[in-house]
T-cell receptor, first 112, second 115 residues
Framework: RKEVEQDPGPFNVPEGATVAFNCTYS??????FFWYRQDCRKEPKLLMS?????NEDGRFTAQLNRASQYISLLIRDSKLSDSATYLC???WGGGSNYKLTFGKGTLLTVNP | AAGVIQSPRHLIKEKRETATLKCYPI?????VYWYQQGPGQDPQFLIS???????DKGSIPDRFSAQQFSDYHSELNMSSLELGDSALYFC??????????????FGPGTRLTVL
C-alpha cells in the first residue's frame, strides 16, 4: 500500500466549479502536511500547508483529520489557471529528517 | 525573492557516463533535499543534507552520491548511468529549526536524458 494515497483523477470541471481532492496517509506519526501543485514539466510549488484546525487561502481550503489520517483540498470558483496536478504531501521526519512523501497526484483540468 | 537554483537545466548523457547536478539553496537555508521524478511518477526522495552532513537517505542507488559544501550548495554525482536514470531531478531547500515545521521549496529541476 502506498504511504500517501490520492484520488486518481483526472478531474475535468468547468470554470466556476467547486472541486474537492481527498488524500489518506498510512503513517500515524506523520508530522506535517501540504498540498503542492505541479504544472507540466515544472517543479512542485507549495500551495498550502494543512493544519488540524483547517485553513483557508482565498478560494482554497484545506482540512486535516488526524484520527482518520485524511487530508482534503477544496477549490472554489475554479479558474483556468488552476489546471495542474495537485500533490498531497506528508512529512513524517523528525529532527532534520524532513523528507517529503508524495501522493501520485491528481490532475485537474478546468475548461472554459 | 531568491529561489533554489539548479544547474544544468537539461543534460543529455550516454549509458555508462557520469553526470553531476548542482543545487544552490535559498540563501540562509540549511537543508537540501534531492528528489527524482520519473515520467508520469511522483517525486521520490533520494537524499538530504543538514548543515553539510547527510541527514537522511531514501531510494538512492549506490551509483549515486551527493554532498553539501561549506557554502551550502549541493552536488549529486551519478555514475554508470542507465536508461532508467532518465528523469527530472529536483533539489529542494528548507530552513530547519528545532520545534518548527519546515517548508521545502523546490528548484526548477534538471532534466536528465540517458541515451
Amino acid at each position: 500500500r502506498k504511504e500517501v494515497e490520492q484520488d486518481p483523477g483526472p478531474f475535468n470541471v468547468p470554470e466556476g466549479a467547486t472541486v474537492a481532492f481527498n488524500c489518506t496517509y498510512s503513517n500515524s506519526a506523520s508530522q506535517s502536511f501540504f498540498w503542492y501543485r505541479q504544472d507540466c514539466r515544472k517543479e512542485p510549488k507549495l500551495l498550502m500547508s494543512v493544519y488540524s484546525s483547517g485553513n483557508e487561502d482565498g478560494r482554497f481550503t484545506a482540512q486535516l483529520n488526524r484520527a482518520s489520517q485524511y487530508i482534503s483540498l477544496l477549490i472554489r470558483d475554479s479558474k483556468l489557471s488552476d489546471s495542474a496536478t495537485y500533490l498531497c504531501v506528508v512529512n513524517w521526519g523528525g529532527g532534520s529528517n524532513y523528507k517529503l512523501t508524495f501522493g501520485k497526484g491528481t490532475l485537474l483540468t478546468v475548461n472554459p | 525573492a531568491a529561489g533554489v537554483i539548479q544547474s544544468p537545466r537539461h543534460l543529455i548523457k550516454e549509458k555508462r557516463e557520469t553526470a553531476t547536478l548542482k543545487c544552490y539553496p535559498i540563501p540562509r537555508h540549511d537543508t537540501v533535499y534531492w528528489y527524482q521524478q520519473g515520467p508520469g511518477q511522483d517525486p521520490q526522495f533520494l537524499i538530504s543534507f543538514y548543515e553539510k552532513m547527510q541527514s537522511d537517505k531514501g531510494s538512492i542507488p549506490d551509483r549515486f552520491s551527493a554532498q553539501q559544501f561549506s557554502d551550502y550548495h549541493s552536488e549529486l554525482n551519478m555514475s554508470s548511468l542507465e536508461l532508467g536514470d532518465s528523469a527530472l531531478y529536483f533539489c529542494a531547500s528548507s530552513l530547519v529549526r528545532s520545534g518548527t515545521t519546515d517548508t521545502q521549496y523546490f528548484g526548477p529541476g534538471t532534466r536528465l536524458t540517458v541515451l
